[in-house]
């Protein structure tokens, strides 16, 4: 994904890989509709024109320096970022799983990590920044049900909904 997002956020001044582009570039858990589709996801601030060229569904909006970073070259929106322009699209219970992903302590066996990819005060930070957004109830009611130290996106989805069905967790 990134060598073919690349060429377009080069000829595309002032542009980075976002939505359901960056959603496969983190390797996000679920399901994002129109992930799938062959078009990259550019977004540019919102002072400047939408993207439009073949190949590339365009996006503007308002960007904080640290909602961007650079993976292998291509400017691309943040974990936490990603979350947000994709709350539009998702569940509550989708954004939850997303929200668990970026909370979760990593296991350093497994992983090239030794720190969450977010904590729950810089996912509520992206969430006062950008009051507003379509989808931000959604990301609010996602971040007050994501609870830090689910393990995999199967038990995460159970725990929302069982969640929603009124039971408490013993923890």
């Known amino acids: 994904m990134n060598l073919r997002a690349r060429p377009l956020t080069v000829v595309t001044q002032f542009s980075a ?5 960056a959603f496969l570039i983190w390797d996000f858990p679920g399901y994002l509709p129109g992930s799938r589709a062959p078009e990259i996801h550019i977004s540019r601030p919102d002072t400047m024109a939408i993207p439009r060229r073949r190949g590339v569904i365009g996006h503007v909006g308002q960007f904080f320096d640290d909602e961007i970073t650079r993976l292998d070259g291509v400017l691309v929106t943040t974990r936490t ?6 709350a539009r699209k998702m569940s509550v219970d989708e954004l939850t799983v997303m929200a668990y992903r970026l909370l979760r302590h990593p296991r350093p066996a497994f992983e090239n ?3 969450p990819y977010a ?9 006062d920044r950008h009051k507003g957004t379509p989808g931000i109830r959604k990301a609010r009611l996602a971040l007050e049900q994501a609870r830090i130290g689910a393990d995999s996106a ?6 929302s909904r069982w969640g929603a069905l009124g039971c408490r967790n013993r923890n």
């Open 17 to 21: 890989v976002s939505h359901a582009t």
């Open 81 to 86: 970022r990603t979350w947000l322009d994709c």
């Open 154 to 159: 199967p038990r995460r989805g159970f725990g």
């Open 113 to 115: 990590r030794s720190e």
């Open 119 to 127: 904590s729950p005060e810089e996912l509520a930070k992206m969430l």
